[in-house]
């Protein structure tokens, strides 16, 4: 039997004790879901009941500071409250519609609210507004106000609806009480039907993929320890499968992939060291004609007797720009090699770096370069890291639009990084320009200008993607720039192979 057609069969026995788990599963959450909404539904009444409960207390709170005071802004509890106690009264009812004895009581609630309202409250309130017009009105509403209100009249007929609230309370307390036991009841029905059919279905799919993975383990395991052979460069190995079957064509791609791969990496060694040959050919051959034209031209200043300011600067130029093609070719060579020198790495204080590269720099005393925080002690390679803060340090110093300036230096822990930042006060570089900047001889200003090779970012940039890590900038035109890059805090692996690259 082919492995694939083994290990449908495995998975869609599998799949079928799960349908029925999943049906039993489904027919009870239908119970649960039905007792949920009946709970939900007995919460609605009791929530609705409580808050029409609070407005009529609004509104007899309303009635009575009125009464008291005489003033109308105490009348905006009563006036609101009654608003709302209609709107939630007739919210009430129809969630009491299915249930005809608390309708029952809900319309008796509401003929309560009325008599209040029309044998009460709108009388009491008719006076009270007259009582300020003449003595007589004043008499009428203190006979008024002693016949009802000082009887507690109107309390006698809310206190009737609140009683009414509580009947309709306790009863959907009751209610809920019954649904929560029924809901109860459900979802341990739902978790032991559950439990049992997921036991089977892990039991059957156990036993199931116990059978098959004996079956193919160890066969697995070989591809395993090849494909870990060829991972460590090891690419000579090879594994002989006689059986004809799905995992015998990986096991054999797996072989072809050591082959090639073997093919390749010499191939890539060879070209390595052809590479390797070139560079040292090309900085040898056009290194010593450069150096000989600096000569000859130091020669011709020194036995040249003229005052023709042409001709010296002509010779002045010329000689700079014989320096500029031997620090170009030094540039290329250095970029070229990222990547493909063994470095050994180290744990090392980047604020001691930092001291160094500024030693080595020799920036202008008009400049100052300043750390707010300690910088952190990384592990890596420290050659590599003095590139990144030699450049980006001398762009900061010789791009500056000043004589003087300031530079920041900081750095924060990220999870699996430090993220450092670099930031200068100077002219800025303009957004369209932030991508460019890291291209191969890009330079902001002319190199008449400014003397530059344009290769020192993009060798900064290569540097720091070798690790890892990315850089970008943050800038705006005359607001400074700040370089940011990050660097991993562990070392990344090396190979037990020769390290190879085009």
Known sequence: MKLITTIYTAIGLILAMFCIVTMGYIQQTKKVKNSIEDVLYTASIIREAERAQKLILDMETGLRGFLLIGKGPFLEPYREGQKQFNISLHHLDSLTEAYPEQNKQVHLIREDANKWLKTFAVPLLESRANATKSARDKARYDSLFNATAAQGTGKRIMDRARDRFELIKKEEERTKVTRLNELNSSFARTNYLAVGLTLLSILAGSLI??????????????????????????????????HNDEISSLTQSLNVMAAQLQSNFTHLTKMNKELDQFAYVVSHDLKAPLRAINNLAEWIAEDLVTKDDDIINNLTILRGRVQRMENLINGILDYSRVGRQSLSQSTFSTQDLLKETLENLAPPATFTVTTPAPLPTITGERTLFYQIFSNLLSNAF???????????????????????????????IPKEYQDKVFAMFQTMEARDVKESTGVG??????????????????????????????????????????TVSL
Not at 209 to 226: A, D, E, H, P, V
């Open 209 to 242: 993929s116990y059978i098959l993975g004996k079956t193919i383990r160890k066969r697995f395991q070989r591809m395993n320890s090849l494909a870990n052979s060829i991972a460590k460069g090891d690419y000579s190995v090879s594994v002989v499968d006689k």
């Open 398 to 428: 010789k791009y500056h639009h000043r004589q003087e300036g300031k530079i920041e230096v900081r750095a924060k822990e990220l999870p699996n990084f430090f993220q450092f930042e670099i930031k200068d006060d100077g002219p800025g």
């Open 457 to 498: 970012l993009s060798i900064v940039k290569k540097i720091v993607e070798e690790k890892g890590g990315k850089i970008w900038i943050e800038s705006e035109k005359g607001k400074g720039t700040t370089f940011l890059f990050t660097w991993p805090k562990a070392s990344s692996l090396v190979s037990t192979s020769p």
